[in-house]
């Protein structure tokens, strides 16, 4: 899956396309692997921080990749996002001056392609993602 992006940055400061991507291998019995290429080298030893709605989350970097530390992270993180609607990554770059890097990203109906993919991978009775609580959904119009 991969989303666009707005980019807070420094004009000096280089980067290529990122991906925001949830990666399945049944192969392997790894599900729901959640992954962010930002197009640029993080600071290392610096996490990165991931925040889905109101929702935060904590990654560890390796080079250009955010990771998340624990399947069970995985999975509330792919939860988060195909119940969400904005993302905000925050990320220190590696390069001459350590910028600050802010990336936004609309993942509303990312379910749709959550399920695309599981289906695409023949993972079987991919569940619901229940509605968020705290989404803003447009009420219904009321039939006349």
Not at 89 to 98: E, L, M, P, V
Not at 99 to 109: C, K, R
């Amino acid at each position: 899956m991969v989303l666009n992006h707005e980019s807070k940055h420094s004009p000096l400061h280089r980067r290529g396309q990122a991906h925001l991507m949830i990666t399945q291998r049944p192969d392997e019995n790894a599900f729901d692997i959640v992954s962010y290429s930002s197009g640029y080298f993080f600071l290392p030893s610096h996490d990165v921080q991931m925040q889905v709605d109101t929702k935060p989350f904590n990654l560890f970097a390796d080079k250009d990749t955010a990771w998340s530390r624990t399947s069970r992270v995985d999975h509330e993180l792919t939860q988060a996002i195909c119940q969400g609607h904005t993302m905000t990554i925050h990320g220190i770059s590696a390069q001459k001056g350590n910028p600050t890097v802010t990336d936004y990203l609309d993942i509303s109906g990312s379910y749709l392609a959550y399920k695309t993919i599981s289906q695409a991978c023949g993972i079987e009775g991919v569940p619901a993602i229940p509605p968020n609580p705290h989404a803003r959904h447009k009420p219904h119009p009321t039939p006349l």
